[in-house]
Each structure stands twice: as structure tokens, then as C-alpha cells.
């Protein structure tokens, strides 16, 4: 799909009730280039500083969605998805969806096996991500 295309879907998507996603990033400078692009693109975003608190405000927030860092203080990306697919319906079947630097093939089976969703490396493709995101959440 083409960016134009992208836009457009995900702005019909938004137009009756915007779609809410959650940033769990303990770099706030990564956290903030995400929340921009994903509020331009009219979602709904909070962002969570850690693990923990990521799991914390899926209760809260209830978003559609999840963008989970790896590596985070208090508790990693792997245990705050392991723990949210613990969590009863709906919030264990959410999408979330694994941003990271790491390249590792270990690093991509290690995020399968906590239940992530998808996997993309930093600096993200934001096209691939949009379109990504379209596919779970309509």
C-alpha cells in the first residue's frame, strides 16, 4: 500500500472513534517520535515509562493496541507481555507488537514465545507499521 493509502484507511478507521495505542518505552525521546507519529496518524496514545507500568495502564487506558520496547527497567518487555496474556479478556488477546533494536534471531523467537503480536526494529518503517497496525485493528 502506498502511504496515501495508509492515510486514508486509517483515517476512516479514527473518523468515529479513535483507536487507542499504547507506548511502553523507557527512552522518552523514542517514546515521544512514536506518540507523534501515532497522534498525526489520529490515534489515541499513552505512553508507559516501564513493564510494569505498561501492564498497569492496559488496565487503564484500554488501548486497541500496544507498541512494546524490549529492554526497560522494572520489568522488560517480555515479562509485561507475558503478563498481559495472563490478564483476562479482553485485555490478554490485545495486539502488541515488539519495537526494538535488537536484530537477533534469538531476540525475534524470544518475542514470539512471550506472545507478541509483530516485530519491528528501530528506527521503525512507519508505512510498515501503519499498515501493520491496519491489519489488526479495524
Known amino acids: 500500500m502506498t502511504i496515501e493509502e495508509v492515510d486514508l484507511l486509517i483515517f476512516e478507521l479514527n473518523k468515529q472513534q479513535k483507536k487507542k495505542i499504547l507506548v511502553v518505552e523507557d527512552n522518552m525521546i523514542n517514546a515521544i517520535v512514536l506518540k507523534k507519529i ?9 505512553v508507559a515509562e516501564d513493564g510494569k507500568l505498561g501492564v498497569e495502564a492496559t488496565l487503564t487506558f484500554h488501548p486497541d493496541l500496544i507498541l ?12 509485561s507481555t507475558i503478563a498481559i496474556r495472563n490478564l483476562e ?9 515488539a519495537v526494538t ?8 523467537e524470544k518475542v514470539k514465545e512471550a506472545g507478541m503480536n509483530e516485530y519491528f526494529p528501530k528506527p521503525v518503517d512507519v508505512n510498515e507499521l501503519m499498515t501493520t497496525i491496519l491489519n489488526y485493528i479495524k
Not at 89 to 97: A, D, K, L
Not at 101 to 108: D, G, K, R, V, W
Open 89 to 97: 479478556s479482553p485485555f490478554n488477546t490485545i495486539p502488541i507488537f
Open 68 to 79: 512494546m520496547d524490549i529492554n526497560m527497567p522494572v520489568m522488560n518487555g517480555y515479562e
Open 101 to 108: 533494536a535488537e536484530l537477533s534471531p534469538e531476540t525475534i
Open 38 to 46: 501515532l497522534e498525526s496518524n489520529h490515534f489515541e496514545v499513552s
